[in-house]
C-alpha cells in the first residue's frame, strides 16, 4: 500500500495544478512560455489556487518521508492506512478552504494533514 498512497500524493499535487490552469485561461490563455509569470499576476482565486498548488508540492516530501518512516519502523498497515487516508482527506479539505478563502478551516485542514504526518513516524516509536 506504500506505494499506492505515494502515487495517490503525486496524483493529488496534479489535482492542485486544475485550478490554477483553470485561472490562467480564464487571465487570457495559459501561458505556456512563461506559466510563473503569468501565475505571478493572477489575483483572487487564481493567486489561491497557485499558492494551494505550492502547498501541496511542499506537503508531498513531508508526506513521503513520513510514510517510508512509518513502513521502516514496521508500524502496523491499519495505522498507516488510517494515518494516511486522514492526511488525503484533510489536502482535499485544505484545497477546497483555500480556493474558497476560508482560512481559519484550511489551518485546521492543514494541522490535521501534518498532524497525521507526524502520527505515521511517532507509532513506530
Same mark, same amino acid.
Given at each position: ?8 500524493a503525486l +496524483? @493529488? /499535487?496534479? +489535482? &492542485?495544478? +486544475?485550478? =490554477?490552469? /483553470?485561472?490562467? #485561461? ?10 510563473? @509569470? ?5 489575483? !483572487? ?7 494551494? #498548488? #505550492? ?7 513531508? $508526506? !513521503?518521508?513520513? +510514510?517510508?518512516?512509518?513502513? #521502516? ?5 491499519? /495505522? ?5 487516508? &486522514? $492526511? $488525503? =482527506? ?12 476560508? *482560512?481559519?478551516?484550511? &489551518? ?6 501534518? =498532524? *497525521?504526518c507526524l !502520527?505515521?513516524v511517532a507509532?513506530?516509536?
Amino acid at each position: 500500500m506504500i506505494g499506492i498512497y505515494l502515487l495517490l500524493a503525486l +496524483l @493529488l /499535487v496534479a +489535482l &492542485t495544478k +486544475l485550478p =490554477v490552469a /483553470v485561472a490562467m #485561461h480564464r487571465a487570457g490563455g495559459y501561458d505556456n512560455s512563461q506559466p510563473r @509569470l503569468q501565475q505571478s499576476d493572477l489575483d !483572487g482565486w487564481g493567486r489561491r489556487a497557485v499558492a494551494a #498548488h #505550492h502547498n501541496a508540492l511542499e506537503a508531498i516530501p513531508v $508526506f !513521503g518521508l513520513a +510514510l517510508l518512516a512509518a513502513a #521502516h519502523l514496521e508500524v502496523a498497515a491499519r /495505522v498507516i492506512d488510517g494515518l494516511a487516508i &486522514t $492526511f $488525503f =482527506v484533510a489536502r482535499l479539505v485544505y484545497q477546497y478552504c483555500y480556493l474558497a478563502d476560508w *482560512a481559519s478551516l484550511r &489551518t485546521l485542514a492543514w494541522a490535521v494533514g501534518y =498532524v *497525521a504526518c507526524l !502520527g505515521l513516524v511517532a507509532a513506530g516509536l
